[in-house]
């Protein structure tokens, strides 16, 4: 996980994004070379291919996912929506092929995160399990502590697994 000024992010966002642009720039040249080798390449259809790499590279860009102390912010394409993790008062999660996770504060804020990202990165996990953890020592969150649950074994038992391994004690 990155240290930003006002608090960590997505470790891997950075790669992703690179790979974004790259298979946006990849779709660009091959657009442009098969048009080029038709005959029929010119400024506008150049112009509609440029257009439309902008199009790949705004849907492959994955969210920007940044937490703090109390709080978790998810920076789209078009908006950031953030949420007070110790004022949370519902977690969901949706299963099935675009699996997410979402989070209610108190203020009626909503964000939706992928709970592959809070895998992968188990500092930013913890941030949003220690503002839940708050929510629900403060009677705030009504909805999701089992989802809690899950998800953190999910982040943690590899992660302990791993240890208890290393360590002789399995």
């Known amino acids: 996980m990155k240290r930003t000024t006002t608090g960590y992010t997505d470790r891997r966002w950075a790669g992703d994004a690179r790979f ?3 298979c946006a720039l990849g779709f660009l040249a091959l657009a442009l070379v098969l048009d080029a080798a038709a005959g029929t390449l010119g400024a506008a259809r150049a112009g509609l291919w440029a257009g439309l790499s902008v199009l790949v590279l705004a849907v492959l ?3 920007r996912v940044t937490a703090g102390e109390g709080w978790l912010s998810v920076r789209g394409t078009l908006r ?3 949420v007070r993790t110790d004022a949370l008062v519902a977690l969901r999660q949706h299963q099935g092929p675009g699996a997410h996770l979402l ?3 108190a203020s009626g804020r909503r964000v939706e995160v992928d709970p592959r990202t809070l895998i992968a990165d188990p500092l930013l996990w913890h941030l949003l399990e220690a503002g ?3 929510s629900r020592e403060l009677g705030v969150l009504r909805h999701g502590s089992e989802v809690l649950a899950h998800l953190g074994e999910r982040v943690d038992g590899p992660r302990a697994q791993a240890v208890f391994r290393v360590s002789g004690l399995v």
């Open 20 to 22: 974004a642009a790259r």
């Open 61 to 63: 860009v994955p969210p």
């Open 80 to 82: 950031t929506h953030t």
């Open 103 to 105: 989070l209610y504060d």
């Open 132 to 134: 839940a953890l708050r």
